[in-house]
Nanobody, 115 residues
């Protein structure tokens, strides 16, 4: 069982930045495939970014290079640096770990972009 705890969400003005963190339990974090998803009100959950155990990354095309996913295996933590935030980035952001074919989700952290 993998437990994930997200943090770092909050209220930010358009154009601002936030860094989300997701701390994972377990001794095998370095081999987890980690992802960030988000779900806006009334919309389906969508993939934001993924980082493999080897550090390869993939992003949703709609982000236009504004977000960066990274991981610190020594801290069992994955990050999502979000810059140039837009109103449409408002959502609950979820962390997901994939390990041996099973997916584990965090409880989510709210990001609200508002003037």
């Amino acid at each position: 069982q993998v437990q994930l705890v997200e943090s770092g969400g909050g209220l930010v003005q358009p154009g601002g930045s936030l860094r989300l963190s997701c701390a994972a339990s377990g001794n095998f974090f370095s081999i987890y495939i980690m992802s960030w998803y988000r779900q806006a009100p009334g919309k389906q959950r969508e993939l934001v970014a993924t980082i493999t155990s080897g550090g390869s990354t993939n992003y949703a095309a709609s982000l236009e290079g504004r977000f960066t996913i990274s991981r610190d295996n020594a801290k069992n933590t994955v990050y999502l640096q979000m810059n140039s935030l837009k109103l449409e980035d408002t959502a609950v952001y979820y962390c997901k770990a994939r390990h041996i074919g099973a997916d584990y989700w965090g409880q989510g952290t709210q990001v609200t972009v508002s003037a």
